[in-house]
């Protein structure tokens, strides 16, 4: 079975700029989020998707969006990047409801300039 | 506020030898514990879980240590490798509506050969 999937793995955007992120779960999988990484702040939650209903969103600015398709494919969108936006943006899937083993795509690194 | 905490950033344990990375968290809520190990540049990978029901999982080298009066938990794995080598994250879920994951900061570990 292939992994989670996401693209694109790199990118380079300029302050003010918009940008969407791709993630392709695991087949079967209806239960997507997302997380970022950053060197000061860790793992950080910021929304998480199931049956094309956002579940549940973290502490993030409402720059910060995402939606999910009946494929249960996700996208994730942030609008006026900041320099503070740049990470890596990594998807996760879940095969079940809730409180299952969640698995990682490679991420998306982001940097803004 | 963090609710998820590893408190030691690093480890180095010769090879052979048993690796102990512990994790405390403060939410009583949390039900289901999971440690991944990460490289870098690449997503998290799940390595073993553990619901709040049990006190102790074990697959292969790794065995996961529940103990829910101090609120902690730890990983071992025995014995230790050089391909171990990495930052192995403990997360936290309030299993009940959702998937969201609360991250420890990471905990560096190096197996000497």
């Known amino acids: 079975k292939a992994g989670v999937t996401q693209t694109p793995r790199y990118l380079i955007k300029t302050r003010g700029q918009q940008v969407t992120l791709s993630c392709s779960p695991i087949s079967g999988h209806r239960s997507v989020s997302w997380y970022q990484q950053t060197p000061g702040q860790g793992l950080q939650f910021l929304f998480e998707?199931?049956?094309?209903?956002?579940?549940n969103k973290g502490n993030f600015p409402g720059r910060f969006s995402g939606r999910q398709f009946s494929n249960s494919r996700s996208e994730m969108n942030v609008s006026t990047l900041e320099l503070g936006d740049s990470a890596l943006y990594l998807c996760a899937s879940s095969p079940r409801g809730v409180g299952i083993e969640q698995y990682f795509g490679p991420g998306t690194r982001l940097t803004v300039t | 506020d963090q609710q998820v905490k590893q408190n030691s950033p690093s480890l180095s344990v010769q090879e052979g030898r048993i690796s102990i990375l512990n994790c405390d968290y403060t939410n009583s809520m949390f039900d289901y514990f999971l440690w991944y190990k990460k490289y870098p540049a690449e997503g998290p990978t799940f390595l073993i879980s553990?619901?709040?029901?049990?006190d102790k999982n074990e697959d292969g080298r790794f065995t996961v240590f529940l103990n829910k009066s101090a609120k902690h938990l730890s990983l071992h794995i025995v014995p230790s490798q050089p391909g171990d080598s990495a930052v192995y994250f403990c997360a936290a879920s309030d299993s009940g509506a959702t998937n969201k994951l609360i991250f420890g900061t990471g905990t560096l570990l190096a197996v000497q050969p």
């Open positions: 553990i619901s709040s029901i049990k």
């Open positions: 998707y199931f049956s094309e209903t956002q579940r």
